[in-house]
């Protein structure tokens, strides 16, 4: 989710229309077309990167893919992931990511307090990430949240050296 | 290495002392010493004691609950590329 967002950022705020004119929806080819429609239902809007990105109607139809697969209701929900959005946007100065994750955290309901609490931590982080830096403090709560050694789904369990051996972790 | 000496817990004031006992509930861990950002915001209570409210409001939970906030603050973290 992270990764993604990054990714229709950059496009969004790296390449605006006097750089690289998105396709006008109507020229667009058919698979094109039906990617955008696709695009359209998931969000209520056409986010202009998804224009730009539809000069490549096979580009656009993966990426949208993996864009869609991040963003469902999945272990997390759809508006915790917004909100995650969001904080990348912000955190990474994105102008195009900030407002249009806002959006879609209002458009999935969340008000006005909501949205300030995202603000509040993404704001808390940004100032405990850089005073933790400029002290080069050395990590010490690591026991709270140790390494999971849980795979990507699909893949294998973490092999886990030992003196006695390796051994396999993480859920079977 | 921190820049910075980190001071022994013995060397703050009992107001921070009871603050550290505070941050074990917090994190509900039980540090066997406080966190290094701890130590470093109760340098000076007037800087620390503000920042830590105005976080610990941020993180209390209201429309999204704290553990979906621990995840807002680990991908602030993560973009920050703060290993900390």
Redesign the interface.
């Known amino acids: 989710m992270v990764g993604v967002t990054n990714a229709l950022n950059v496009v969004a705020d790296g390449l605006p229309a006097d750089v690289l004119p998105p396709v006008p929806e109507a020229t667009a080819g058919a698979e094109a077309r039906a990617v955008l429609d696709e695009i359209r239902d998931f969000y209520g809007e056409l986010p202009a990167p998804f224009l730009t990105l539809a000069r490549d109607p096979r580009y656009l139809s993966d990426l949208w893919s993996a864009v869609r697969r991040a963003f469902d209701d999945q272990r997390l929900t759809r508006r915790l992931k917004e909100a995650l959005a969001f904080a990348v946007s912000l955190t990474s100065r994105s102008r195009f990511g900030a407002g249009f994750h806002l959006a879609q955290m209002r458009r999935l309901g969340i008000g006005d307090a909501g949205v300030m609490e995202i603000v509040g931590v993404t704001q808390m982080f940004s100032s405990y990430t850089k005073i933790a830096d400029t002290l080069q403090l050395e990590s010490d709560m690591a026991d709270i949240a140790p390494i999971d050694p849980t795979p990507a789904p699909g893949g294998q369990p973490a092999v886990v050296r030992s003196p006695a051996g390796p051994h396999r972790r993480g859920r079977q | 290495?921190?820049?910075?000496r980190l001071r022994d817990v013995s060397e703050y004031p009992e107001a921070a002392q009871k603050l550290f006992e505070l941050s074990k509930s917090w994190?509900a861990?039980d540090f066997i010493?406080p966190?290094?950002?701890s130590r470093?915001?109760a340098w000076d209570p007037e800087f620390g004691g503000p920042?830590g409210r105005?976080?610990k409001?941020?993180?209390t939970s209201?429309?999204?609950t704290r553990a979906?906030?621990e995840?807002?603050?680990a991908?602030?973290?993560?973009?920050?590329a703060?290993?900390?």
């Open positions: 290495m921190p820049t910075v994190f861990y010493t966190p290094a950002m470093v915001m920042h105005a976080m409001r941020a993180m209201g429309e999204f979906e906030k995840m807002v603050a991908v602030v973290s993560g973009v920050n703060c290993h900390y």
